[in-house]
């Protein structure tokens, strides 16, 4: 992938994206901030759910073994997976295990951050996506953009032509003269997913949150497809991140509050899962819940940064930043887009590549994500802390900075080197360029005139008319 710059770059000159964008992004936004308009208790619900996840983070080796002790006594088992690679195998493992070659998934962003698919595909198992939107994106050969609504850069005509020329490849067919109809696309969808539910014997999935205390899984959704996936097949592997665990039910009431509210607008989500390990007769019959790493702890051991383990991936701060309306998800170059992806994939993946290098400056920094994040995460925080690191690590455009404020530390602090200096400036002034000049400075001053410098110094001027 490009650095942020240049995918934003060609983003922003897509008239259909952008306008894709904008009528999505304004469309949620302002149904969130009517639901969390209807409780008087927003601002403590919101405390709340701050400091049970820090809590939870500052104890979080206790709280994942007692999770794990809770799962095995219901019947589960339990998988620690180290980065995406170990997670990767352990799921194709078990999915080796039971003979079978296909698998239905429900929407997960961690799976899609450690690549599951594509390498359950490398190894000859076909994974299908259940989620409306995720369905779309793996028709259309596409990646998602968006959080909660990953096929948001597309619209009606485009998911129609996707289920036309693709649905038959990977399936039933799309209806014959099928229109972009939101009720008929839901319907071809249906139909196309239906014979997956009911031939699939191993089910994939995430989890919104895990509680400790009684090794119960909770997903939340509004389609009815993870509830599908959770309760029909076989054998059920859940690949969930070690930051969703929560300690108690009374914790988890908060989050089933704030969650809805922040993502889709709704009071409550209209499916709302728990599962607690295996009960004979009813749902899987082997439960498996692989425990990721991937880049976590490091983020935990970063007192500034891991305030970014706090998201419950509700995507308000994507439907309000400028930036992410502007460029989309696409730009980002991760799974996880945005202000939130802006400060949590350079802390999972680290700041050496370009593209993760560039994350921390795709923000203006005007605090609206910070505004409507149901746990406080104080993204600006965060992105300045990070921009820190990544100037510290020099790269192209950090050298010749660290050198230009090395050069004006030195000027400041000799006061008659700095009045030559000014003189010189103001004597020359009719040779300056308009615009910053050597490489590096691109950013800086590509639509930024510099400033006109006056015929005397100020300190000159004072000596004739203040004296």
């Known amino acids: ?4 710059p240049e995918a934003a770059r060609t983003a922003v000159g897509d008239p259909t994206l952008r306008a894709n964008l904008r009528h999505a992004t304004h469309t949620i936004r302002d149904k969130r901030a009517r639901a969390v308009a209807e409780l008087d208790d927003w601002a403590a619900l919101r405390r709340a759910g701050k400091e049970i996840k820090d809590r939870t983070l500052r104890h979080l080796d206790t709280y994942l073994l007692q999770l794990e002790e809770a799962v095995t006594a219901a019947g589960g088992t339990v998988h620690w997976a180290a980065d995406a690679a170990e997670a990767n195998r352990i799921v194709t493992e078990l999915v080796r295990a039971t003979g079978e070659t296909e698998v239905v998934k429900v929407k997960s962003m961690a799976t899609q951050e450690i690549g ?27 990646r998602p953009s968006h959080i909660l609504v990953p096929a948001i850069h597309r619209n009606r005509g485009e998911i129609r032509d996707i289920f036309r ?26 139909l196309h997913l239906r014979e997956k539910f009911l031939r699939a014997k191993v089910g994939i999935s995430g989890a919104n949150f895990m509680v400790a205390e009684t090794g119960t899984l909770v997903v939340v959704e509004s389609e009815g497809n993870g509830r599908m996936c959770l309760t029909l097949p076989e054998t059920l592997v859940s690949v969930v991140g070690i930051e969703k665990v929560v300690p108690t039910w009374r914790d988890l009431e908060v989050f089933l509050q704030t969650l809805p509210r922040s993502s889709t607008a709704e009071r409550m989500n209209p499916y709302t ?20 790493d991937n880049g976590r702890t490091d983020a935990l051991a970063d007192e500034v940064g891991r305030q970014a383990l706090r998201c419950i991936r509700c995507s308000a701060c994507l439907n309000v930043c400028p930036v992410y309306e502007r460029a989309g998800g696409h730009a980002y ?41 149901p746990v406080a995460i104080d993204i600006p925080e965060v992105l300045v802390h990070l921009r820190e690191r990544v100037a510290d690590q020099g790269g192209r455009g950090h050298r010749p ?20 200096a000014e003189r010189l400036a ?24 510099l400033p006109d410098v006056p015929a005397a110094p100020f300190r000159d001027w004072w000596k004739r008319n203040r004296t």
């Open 1 to 4: 992938m490009p650095s942020f």
């Open 401 to 420: 900075e660290k050198a230009a404020v090395k050069a004006s530390t030195w000027l400041l602090d000799h006061p008659n080197a700095l009045a030559a």
């Open 273 to 292: 899962s728990m599962w607690t390990g295996t009960t004979d007769g009813d749902g899987p019959r082997a439960f498996h819940l692989v425990l990721l």
């Open 426 to 449: 103001s004597a020359t002034r009719a040779l300056h360029p308009k615009r910053l000049p050597g490489p590096g400075v691109g950013p800086w001053s590509n639509h930024r005139d």
């Open 165 to 190: 020329e693709k649905m038959g490849s990977w399936g039933r067919p799309a209806p014959e003269g099928l229109t972009d109809a939101p009720a008929e696309l839901a319907e071809a969808a249906r």
């Open 116 to 142: 599951l698919n594509e390498h359950l595909e490398a190894e000859g198992i076909a994974a299908y996506e259940t989620d409306l939107a995720e369905l779309i994106v793996q028709l259309g050969d596409d």
């Open 333 to 373: 170059g991760s799974v996880y887009p945005g202000p939130i992806g802006a400060i949590l994939t350079p802390q999972l993946r680290g700041t050496t590549s370009a593209v993760d290098a560039s994350l921390p400056y795709a923000s203006s920094l005007c605090g609206a994500c910070y505004e409507v994040c």
